[in-house]
Nanobody, 124 residues
Framework: QVQLTESGGGLVQAGGSLRLSCAASERAFSNYAMGWFRRAPGKEREFVATVNWNGHSTHYVNSVRDRFTISRDNAKNTVYLQMNNLKPEDTAIYYC?????????????????WGQGTQVTVSV
């Protein structure tokens, strides 16, 4: 059982920034890809970003590319999502997830454990 705990969400004005963190209980954290997803009100869960085991490979959904940055600190068992130039359409619950079997990706089915989520609200 892997526990993932997100933090850093909150209320921010459009154009502002937030940094989300996700701490993992898994001691072998550095072996696994991590992902961030989000669920906006009334919508399906959406892929946001993923990072491979060493942080050297990242992928983003087009809508956040050039605004969001995913990174990881394997010494702290933590993955981050730096979100800049936030827009009202970024409002959602953000979840981190860990892929224990592969290299991560954009499909939620690839991930094995999920955090409880952190709310991000962007006001106009």
């Amino acid at each position: 059982q892997v526990q993932l705990t997100e933090s850093g969400g909150g209320l921010v004005q459009a154009g502002g920034s937030l940094r989300l963190s996700c701490a993992a209980s898994e001691r072998a954290f550095s072996n696994y890809a991590m992902g961030w997803f989000r669920r906006a009100p009334g919508k399906e869960r959406e892929f946001v970003a993923t990072v491979n085991w060493n942080g050297h490979s990242t992928h983003y959904v087009n809508s956040v590319r050039d605004r969001f940055t995913i990174s990881r600190d394997n010494a702290k068992n933590t993955v981050y999502l730096q979100m800049n130039n936030l827009k009202p359409e970024d409002t959602a619950i953000y979840y981190c997830a860990i892929d224990l079997m592969g290299a991560g990706g954009s499909s939620s089915q690839q991930y094995d454990y999920w955090g409880q989520g952190t709310q991000v609200t962007v006001s106009v």
